[in-house]
């Protein structure tokens, strides 16, 4: 059963900007978990991009997404976001949604609870 969905990827032109939403379903709760966006782009391995605890009190951000993203989350809407501005074709890749167990400043642990099927996201130059 589907229990993470992704919306907002689209096409977008380098400079644009784009949000993304992830929503917990099937009564999942986001609540009370680390989440966090991944993306894989065509022959490459998913990294990751950002990751928020469930307080939002601690934020992780790649160099690439640094200064350019935000991400953030509504737990009364159950929903996680990601703010993506200044986009470069470089940012064009699949991005999924997940709950990664472990979140720091510096890192977050790909090794997910939950993987949404991901939206993609296509930059053109």
């Known amino acids: 059963q589907v229990q993470l969905v992704e919306s907002g990827g689209g096409l977008a032109q380098a400079g644009e900007s784009l949000t993304l939403s992830c929503t917990g379903t099937s009564g999942l709760d986001i609540t009370h978990y680390n989440m966090g966006w991944f993306r894989q782009a065509p022959g490459k391995e998913r990294e990751a991009v950002s990751c928020?605890?469930?307080?939002?009190?601690?934020?992780y951000y790649s160099t690439s997404a640094e200064g350019r993203f935000t991400i953030s989350r509504d737990n009364a809407k159950n929903t996680l976001y990601l703010q993506m501005n200044s986009l470069k074709p470089e940012d064009t890749a699949m991005y999924y949604c997940s709950a990664p167990p472990a979140v720091g400043s510096s890192h977050c642990n790909p090794a997910a609870y939950y993987w949404g099927q991901g939206t993609q996201v296509t930059v053109s130059s």
């Open positions: 928020i605890s469930p307080r939002a009190d601690i934020t």
